[in-house]
Each structure stands twice: as C-alpha cells, then as structure tokens.
C-alpha cells in the first residue's frame, strides 16, 4: 500500500523507456501478501484469538478494493504515459503522464532522476480532452538549471498552463 500512497504522493519508477507506474507493484506485494497470511492461517492450529484473523480480513479486503479502484481508475480515464526525448545532458528525464475523460484532459510532468526514480513537478489542464503530448505539440528542452517544456494546444482548445519546468538535481 506504501507504493500506491507514494504513487499518489507524486512518486514514478521508470526502467529505461518504460514507465512503472506505483500501483502496479503495489497491487503485487498486496497480493503476495494475502496469499501468504492465508496460507499461514491454513497452517496455524488451535488459535484461541479470532479477533485478528477477522480485523486481518476487513483490512485486506479493504485494501484488495483500494488496489482494485485504483487500476480501474487508471484504465478507465485512459492514462498514457510517456518518456520525453531529448534527455537532459546529465540523464534526466522528463516524462508525462496524460489522461482524458469526456471533454476535459490532464496531465502530469515528471522530473526523472538518471537512477530512474522521480517526482511530480507540474501539472495541466486540456479542454475537449486533447492530448498535447499524444498529438506531438509541445517542445522541450534542457538548460544548466533544467528544462523547460512548452505544451500547445490544438489551436482552439487551451492547455493551461502551458509552461512546466522539470528540475534535475545533481547527486
């Protein structure tokens, strides 16, 4: 659950020019881990306490639902993730994490460590659901202090704000 909360926090992993986002090693470990206290209940013999095994079961299920509300969440507002080119000369990466329901679209920009881990550092608004980064109208480019991306809209619908700056520190 602590990946899911820090995906919700801002947290992204990107391995090379793929983007794991946090709920999906979260949702793994929350199954390992109900898999393995139900074998351990299985096992165990002559338990007095019922208590716990029934407060294990409201949390697990409880979790397994947020886990669950979380993936559906992602599919159903059609998120795409993406790694921008060109990297920074140090390493770092800026990646976008674009979304659209109905007539409205998102996005968020990511700062990605060379490491491969990185932080929310903006994010937008688009009317009519477009997509700038899908549709390839934006720029971005790195300076000494970071980069800057410029996203356009489609000429008739806004994104706002249009300007964010991914930030690389150095290590």
């Not at 599919?75 to 674009?98: D, H, I, M, Q």
């Not at 480019?141 to 000429?155: E, I, K, M, N, Q």
């Amino acid at each position: 659950m602590m990946l899911v909360v820090l995906g919700w926090c801002g947290l992204i992993l990107v391995f090379g020019p793929s983007v794991l986002p946090p709920w999906i090693p979260g949702t793994a470990l929350l199954i390992a881990a109900i898999i393995l206290n139900h074998t351990a209940r299985r096992v165990r013999t002559g338990e007095k306490d019922r208590i716990m095994p029934v407060l294990w079961r409201v949390v697990s299920t409880m979790a397994a639902v947020g886990c669950v509300v979380a993936f559906i969440g992602d599919a159903f507002f059609s998120a795409n993730y993406t790694v921008l080119k060109p990297s920074a000369p140090g390493g770092c990466r800026a990646v976008v994490r674009e979304s659209s329901f109905l007539m409205s679209g998102a996005g968020q920009v990511y700062s990605i460590h060379p490491i491969g881990v990185g932080w929310r550092t903006g994010t937008w608004t688009a009317d009519d659901g477009i997509r700038p980064i899908g549709d390839k109208q934006y720029e971005l480019s790195w300076g000494v202090a970071g980069g800057l991306l410029t996203l356009r809209g489609d000429g008739r619908n806004p994104v706002y704000p249009s300007l964010h700056e991914p930030i690389c520190h150095s290590t």
